[in-house]
């Protein structure tokens, strides 16, 4: 049993962690472990958007942002989702990670200018990116044998850690944790600039991008995923969707993965963007949906252990203030942080 | 809204509470208010213990200990309640709640005598005491208008508290959780004086009585709570009782409030010993009935607030070594703490 905080970012505690030290998790998991010179990671959400099915323009965006990815700089990883909104638009959802600043530095201002900056193209688009030090993020895998996310760019996975199955697991992984209650500090406000809109969000602001993948359950686990857990997961997201704000969420994406082609894998996620961590807590801990969630997750998992075929893993950020840069444009005003502020 | 932790008992703090200041609960909850003065609380469980029904020997003991209670320096406030534990052997159990240590002290040694000392009553008698300083315990109820337990003796209750329905909350409210994580230390031992056992627990155990007042229910909320809420929590009692060593459970009981002639009331409560308040946390939030229980609750309680007739309440204390005292006598080896050690 190892601790969820690598030893190179552990120190000095001013603030304990919510469990005693000889605390024992009823089921194994799992975190990213990067290499210690790892100081950075990059989390780039580059978003599409049209009203009704996926246009040629759509295609042609996602075509020009793949290009963009495999270029010089270009992202270590990156996957892609879709999901129709609230307000019926589709949005095709790309999301790249780089765990060197530098490279993204490099990169990103002629992706930005090429993305956002343009006239006319007949779509939405939107960039949304996070630049946290590795103090500022956690990842939690229920098995170790296959990666998602920013935890692709890991070094590898960690053994079984001790910070999980418990309220409160979510913030005594994340190694700032230990000294910092990550308070939010203001308001978002917007900035419009041309036809761009850009978001300046607050101090503390937190991501979750949190992942289900069924692709290697079969017969009745599948049937336990798809007709009981699913429906249960989907009203979770749709209440965050509609009515997130009122408890802390300013938007939330609950997205299907898709590969290069546009075809649906047996993979979901859902990414959200929160006011605070301790807003996040308190919708996973009261909300009846994700307390059904967590409940069932914790019998499930005590009863297969690492033998369950259903993979659950998320990755969580609480970003300070210059880590952030959303930018919108040609998007509906409910689209990603944009529902955060009055335009 | 007020802090749950008295103000002449804040202190600087060394441990942080689990949510932000800007907390707020969904529903009020109150907590009892001693006067500054009163420094400790005096809990004190009296037990009988026949096999099968009732006998003219248990009546005995009961008017013999009703009897004791009136006398000079008796407690402030008693109540009996009455089970059938997992052994087939009925318990009735005299709580009786002093605030003054001295008034207990001058009480306590000659009915200790009358209880336990005595040869062959033909009934099991037991004694389990804790007398916390007041930083060591806290109460929570749902309604403000009906003392139960330790809360009788209090001077008033709160105003609406802020450290509630939230996991965590229990421990918030402990004045000591300021400043220390209340670990446990040590091993429950056994120490036979003639025809008693006593039993010598360890630092920062824990005691939780958590009781149900359904007596101005009505109509759909009666049947709500006798159809939905209890078989769930009978379940939770039940698990304690048989399988909570291995979680940190000594004992439980889940008794029927009785009133002085025996006639059951319409209320309830659970008492449970915890080997940690951290134990006792644990099961709480990830045992599916008690979890089913805390979402029932939540969702109860937000919609009908102040306006539930069905009444809830609990009192939790973490005891020093040097505030407890359990002794059994012609008990079978499941009795309370008796549950705790090799005999």
Redesign the interface.
Known sequence: MESAIPSHLQTARS??R???DD?AP?YPSFVARHKPAVKRVIMAYFGVQVRGAATPAVAAALAEIAARFAADNGPTHWDRAEYVDQAGFTNVVSVAYWDDAARFDAWFSSAREGWTGGQGSGVGRFIEVLRPHVERYETLFSSPDRAEGVAVLADAMSGEVQEH????GMRDRIPLSQTD?M?PGGEPRAIREGGRIRIVAHDNLCLIRSGQDWSDTEASERRMYLDDVEPVLREGMDFLRDDGLAVGCYANRYMRVVDATGKPNEKSYGQSWWK?L?ALE?WA??H?TH??I??AA??YLSTLGPSAKLRLYHEVTVAAADEQFFEYRDCHPKTGMLAGVSL
């Open positions: 603030r304990h919510r469990v005693p605390y009823p199955a418990y309220w409160g209650a308070a605070s301790a308190r801990e009261s009846p307390v059904k967590f409940g914790m019998k």
